[in-house]
């Protein structure tokens, strides 16, 4: 089994960063099939364009735009590609780094895809960073990934603990994030009470849930600036009342403009 050494990834590498313990890569996957091999360090996939499928020793996984997997280091994979332009943004992490910030790179196990959408959209705040490159974005990446940790974390530590509800609620917020809902309704789908509900949101999701909701339409809005021209279309798709509104939550948690961040895609 082929072991890929730091930095190292199947397909053409246009961009590598490396500074202070992480190497970052912008790659476009080349290869139709990938056969099953691993990686020396645990590092994050963050698809930016494109569709493949990935497969562990556990699960698999179908990867479109905006997918988001952590990989352990040394857990096998194997990689199936459809021929259209596929582009995988890419942060390992040596032992080095995990020291440097008192962290065990064994407190997450396993490879796994990432759902939470605040994770996510620290991802889209990396990737930004990367590209705009200024005096401040090794520590601004560093802060960044850190707080993904914590919430990875968090994750953990909340697991073996959560109530049914909880995985109930987070699956209808992804179905239904676009379209209108109300504490009132959503107490009564779960069979649970509206301030139960508003009081242990925050325990479970770091944040309440009208955050929650505006990240999660954030986040679909990252998938469809390539997508759509106009921004108020884009704004409409991703559930927002207007584009204004859309612009202002965009700018709030990615820190830019969603015009800026697609010039930055491209």
């Known amino acids: ?7 190292e990834f199947f397909g053409q590498t246009n961009e590598t960063l490396i500074f202070d313990g992480l190497t970052i890569t912008d790659t476009e996957y080349t290869h139709s099939f990938v056969d099953w091999h691993y990686h020396e360090n645990p590092y994050f996939t963050f698809l930016l364009q494109g569709n493949m499928t990935e497969r562990n020793k556990k699960e698999s996984y179908d990867c479109s ?3 988001l997997l952590y990989h352990h280091w040394e857990d096998a994979h194997y990689n199936i590609k459809p021929d259209i332009f ?16 008192q962290l065990s790179k064994d407190q997450t196990e396993g490879s796994f895809m990432i759902k ?8 889209h705040q990396i990737f930004k960073e990367s590209k705009i490159n200024n005096d401040s974005f090794e520590l601004s990446i560093h802060q960044l990934l850190l707080n993904i940790f914590s919430h990875l974390s968090n994750q953990k530590e909340h697991c073996e603990k959560k109530p049914v ?3 109930q609620i987070d699956e209808i917020l992804h179905e239904t994030s676009t379209e209108k809902l109300n504490l009132t309704g959503l107490s009564k789908t779960l069979n649970i009470h509206p301030m139960h509900l508003s009081r242990d949101f925050q325990k479970y999701f770091q944040c309440n849930l009208g955050e929650y909701l505006r990240k999660l339409k954030v986040e679909k809005s990252l998938k469809l600036l ?3 021209e106009s921004l108020s279309e884009v704004a ?13 939550c965009f700018k709030e948690n ?5 015009l800026k961040y697609r010039k930055i895609l491209k």
């Not at 939470?116 to 991802?123: Q, T, V």
């Not at 409409?236 to 202002?248: A, V």
């Open 165 to 167: 509800w909880v995985k």
């Open 236 to 248: 409409l798709e991703s559930g927002f009342s207007d584009q204004s509104h859309f612009i202002r």
């Open 226 to 228: 390539n997508e759509y």
């Open 65 to 67: 735009a905006g997918t």
């Open 86 to 101: 596929t582009r995988g943004f890419h942060i390992e992490i040596t032992e080095e780094w995990f020291k440097k910030f």
């Open 116 to 123: 939470n959408p605040s994770s996510k959209l620290l991802i």
């Open 254 to 258: 990615i820190g830019i403009t969603p």
């Open 1 to 7: 089994m082929k072991t890929l050494r730091n930095g």
